[in-house]
């Protein structure tokens, strides 16, 4: 049985509270993954596992 398909709600995002900023304010605290070189390589490989904490 398919699911059925949502209509996207267009007033909700007109009227969203929020404003637009730039892409140098949404990134300023961010701090890049620090690899290792066999990662970057190529040689190792990673695991991203999501939590299951909603407050992120």
């Not at 509270?17 to 066999?38: C, H, M, R, V, Y």
């Not at 990662?39 to 596992?49: A, D, P, R, Y």
Request: charged letters at 30%; hydrophobic letters at 30%; glycine letters at 6%.
């Amino acid at each position: 049985m398919a699911t059925p398909v949502k209509r996207l709600d267009l007033k909700a995002l007109q009227e969203r509270n929020g404003g637009t900023i730039s892409t140098k304010e949404a990134l300023k605290d961010i701090t890049p993954f620090q690899w290792k070189n066999s990662v970057l390589n190529g040689k190792s490989k990673i695991t991203v596992k999501r939590t299951k904490d909603n407050n992120v």
